[in-house]
C-alpha cells in the first residue's frame, strides 16, 4: 500500500487521510452486548442503536425514543419545506405577500418621513453652521 501512496501528493494524504478518519470511526461507537444483540453508542452525539448480528453482518437501528424524535425533526422540517415552497410560489406568480397599505396610511407615512428629513436637514445646517470659521467683520471707521 505504501508504494500506491507516494505516486501523487493527493493520493498520499488521502492514504494518510484514511486510516485517521477509519480510526476515528471505531474510537466514535462502543458496542455492549445485550441478551438479544448489542447497543451501540454514538460517542460523538449520545445517540443509542439496537444491533443485531443477521448473515454475518451487525444490522442497527435507532432506539424507539430516538426514531420518535428524528421523525419529528423530520415533520417540523417538512413543515418549514412546505411553508416556503408556498411563499416562493406566491412570490413567484407576482403577488405581494403582504396587503398594500391604504391611502391613509401611505399618507401618514410620508408625513413621518417629510417631518424626520426635515428635522434632519435643519440639524445639518446648524452644524454646518457651528463649523463655520468666523468671518471677520469689516473695519467701519
Known amino acids: 500500500m505504501l508504494n500506491r501512496c507516494v505516486t501523487g501528493v493527493t493520493i498520499a494524504m488521502a492514504c494518510v487521510a484514511l486510516p485517521a478518519m477509519a480510526q476515528e470511526q471505531v474510537d466514535r461507537y462502543q458496542l455492549q452486548r445485550t441478551d438479544d444483540g448489542y447497543v451501540r453508542l454514538d460517542t460523538k452525539t449520545g ?5 443485531q448480528e443477521k448473515s ?25 419545506v412546505d411553508a416556503l415552497e408556498a411563499r416562493v410560489k406566491t412570490l ?7 396587503s398594500m397599505p391604504d391611502e391613509q396610511e401611505f399618507e401618514q407615512t410620508l408625513g413621518y418621513m ?4 426635515r ?9 454646518e453652521q ?10 467701519r471707521t
Request: contains cysteine; proline residues 7%.
Open 130 to 139: 457651528e463649523n463655520q470659521p468666523a468671518q471677520p467683520q469689516p473695519d
Open 119 to 127: 428635522r434632519f436637514m435643519g440639524i445639518v445646517r446648524d452644524f
Open 114 to 117: 417629510e417631518r424626520f428629513f
Open 47 to 51: 445517540s443509542m442503536s439496537i444491533c
Open 92 to 98: 413567484e406568480a407576482g403577488r405581494p405577500a403582504a
Open 56 to 80: 454475518g453482518q451487525l444490522i442497527c437501528r435507532m432506539a424507539s425514543d430516538e426514531r420518535a424524535a428524528y421523525e419529528g425533526d423530520l415533520d417540523v422540517l417538512e413543515d418549514r
